[in-house]
């Protein structure tokens, strides 16, 4: 995924590094097991149109590529173009990641019932 932000172009990966990231922040330990709620955690608050979340996980996708961006850009970016393509442009590549895309699906599909 891709966004333009003030000239520079950010990308934006999904992928197994984001996956462990996230499952870092939102996991806890349970009878002696790490339990791993980040993508749950992180699509009940995506689904809920949580802008906060929506920011983390875009920092969070982009904290492997090269320029990072910075709240203040995703604030700039919002303003000018409005959040609610955002979120539908961050499902969506959660839909197709190999590493989130199967749990994204089901929670979307039970969302929708």
């Not at 197994?16 to 709620?37: A, P």
């Not at 982009?62 to 303003?79: A, D």
């Not at 959040?83 to 929708?112: H, N, P, Y």
Request: net charge negative; hydrophobic share 40%; charged share 30%.
């Amino acid at each position: 995924m891709e966004l333009s932000l003030n000239e520079k172009t950010a990308e934006f990966r999904f992928g197994y590094g984001f996956l462990k990231e996230i499952n870092k922040r939102y996991s806890i330990e349970r009878n002696g097991m790490q339990l791993k709620l980040g993508v749950g955690a992180v699509l009940s608050n995506l689904l809920l149109s949580d802008v906060d979340t929506l920011f983390e996980v875009l920092l969070i996708a982009n904290m492997t590529e090269n320029p990072r961006i910075t709240v203040k850009e995703l604030e700039e970016y919002v303003e000018v173009n409005g959040v609610q393509k955002l979120f539908e442009d961050v499902l969506e590549e959660l839909k197709k990641s190999e590493f989130t895309g199967i749990m994204t699906r089901k929670m979307i599909e039970e969302a929708q019932e």
